[in-house]
């Protein structure tokens, strides 16, 4: 496994809120007109949610003859006209399942697997719970 420590993800949130919190909260408060709004620095899902989310990705991936392969979580944001108010123009997460890519890369004349694509034919999760209030640090 690939476990941090509390003090090492205490270490990356920092550097986060350090060199990029403000910025987004500047284009929250843009985008929203709210000056004190702060943007989203953390996302939540219960072990069930996420243990569901990859049941249904290895079903979905074994009906449709997929080899899944692992989860990639990327970063995104809410439009402004999003329906849900208390999450307009706020940064969130999803995650989205792979499959192997087909073929391989060239790195200094040595062949090397390339990395996992996106499964676009299985749905996404997203629409985890925010931290309270949404711009709490680590740990909460």
Do not use: C, H
């Not at 792979?98 to 390339?114: E, F, H, M, W, Y």
């Amino acid at each position: 496994m690939k476990l941090i420590t509390a003090e090492e993800a205490k270490e990356l949130n920092q550097n986060f809120i350090k060199t990029r919190s403000k910025d987004l909260d500047k284009i929250v408060e843009r985008e929203t007109g709210k000056p004190k709004e702060k943007d989203a620095i953390s996302s939540w899902f219960s072990l069930d949610e996420l243990k569901e989310y990859i049941a249904y990705v290895e079903a979905e991936g074994k009906a449709k003859n997929i080899d899944i392969d692992g989860i990639r979580i990327y970063f995104g944001a809410y439009a402004t006209n999003d329906k849900k108010q208390d999450k307009k123009a706020l940064s969130t997460v999803f995650m989205v399942p792979t499959q192997p890519r087909v073929g391989s890369l060239q790195k200094d004349g040595i062949a090397v697997a390339a990395p996992s694509a996106d499964v676009e034919s299985i749905e996404g999760m997203n629409r985890g719970s925010m931290g309270y209030p949404p711009s709490a640090a680590y740990p909460q």
